[in-house]
């Protein structure tokens, strides 16, 4: 497995990759890699010849309270997951090569991104596609591979590649859940024992929404006041939002339309932001 720093260095590997004809896959990743991005790797192994894992905690992304500096940074375990995987070249950049001084070049979605968690993180998406793009651009993959958990997320990049005609295809993986139910995520590394256990409400909570719209019940109003309900189950949950919106442009909605309905939601649990939503 190569592991490569230099943009210019990760530039000529991928020309040379392409010229030799083999499909470039790309999960892109801010490293603390855990199980749901071993299926993600699975995933960009299963579409393309060339398996590239970029690792970089993006400070664009972060807003100026959020938890940049304590974001867990481990390269060498990381190394060794991707190692383990199959991953054929990790890419590392560093922060001063990928914005150098005098850095001015934004890449911003105005619709998807808007809505969710880009109220309470008014600049978090304009981060995520700006360093996306460039990884896109550096790397140059046929194939990148997001997770579920991020849905808005996967949604705004995939708005992204329609609307600038990169040449990508976006493969969406499925959210990978501890035994009870709770989303895989770095940031679950922040909870004690107690917010830990605490915090299966969350998924918790997404089941008795899905419960309400299998039992024909479309009614938004009604599972959001379930949800919500569940959620205050723990007295360290504050909720940030839950709404039902739709999967594509994650747009509030009043009804549910089966089959293509998001319950999303985002919450403290005391100092943790977590988030994570379920189809319906
Ligand atoms: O999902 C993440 O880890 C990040 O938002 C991403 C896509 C790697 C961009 O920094």
Redesign the pocket.
Known sequence: MQVVASIHEMQSLSMATRFKGSLIGLV???GALHAGHRELIRLAREKADFTVV?L???PK?FGPNEDFEKYPRDFEADRAVCEEEGVDLVFCPTAGELYPEHYSVYVEEEMVSKGLCGISRPHHFK??TT??AK?FNIVRPDVAV??QK?AQ?SAV?RKMVEDLHMPIEIVVGETVREDDGLALS?RNRYLTPEQRADARHIYEALLTGKELVDQGNHSVDRIIAEVTHTLARSRRIRVIYAEVVDRRYMQKMREVVPGESLIAVACWVDQTRLIDNLKI
């Open positions: 892109p990743t801010m970029s970089f905690v993006n992304q981060g995520v360093v996306v990884l997001f997770g991020d997320q990049l770095s």
